[in-house]
């Protein structure tokens, strides 16, 4: 198993124990990524991260297309 796959493993896990704690998915997935974001904070380089979250940020459309890409 890859590493983003036992990522995915582990958050169906916690969001069903968040279900379970009667959370709404939507302020459960709020929360961990802030902690997840707080505790990245504390191993890595600041600039690095914020540059990786605005990344992400930026390709969140699975419909978009890039300049890069063939048509």
């Not at 605005?54 to 297309?65: T, Y």
């Amino acid at each position: 198993m890859s590493v983003h796959g036992w990522a995915r493993q582990v958050l169906a896990q916690q969001l069903e124990e968040a279900r379970a704690a009667g959370f709404d998915e939507a302020l459960a997935l709020r929360a961990l990524l802030g902690v997840l974001v707080e505790r990245s904070s504390q191993v890595r380089d600041c600039e690095d991260l914020r540059q990786e979250l605005l990344f992400l940020a930026e390709n969140l459309d699975a419909e978009r297309d890039y300049g890069f890409m063939r048509p």
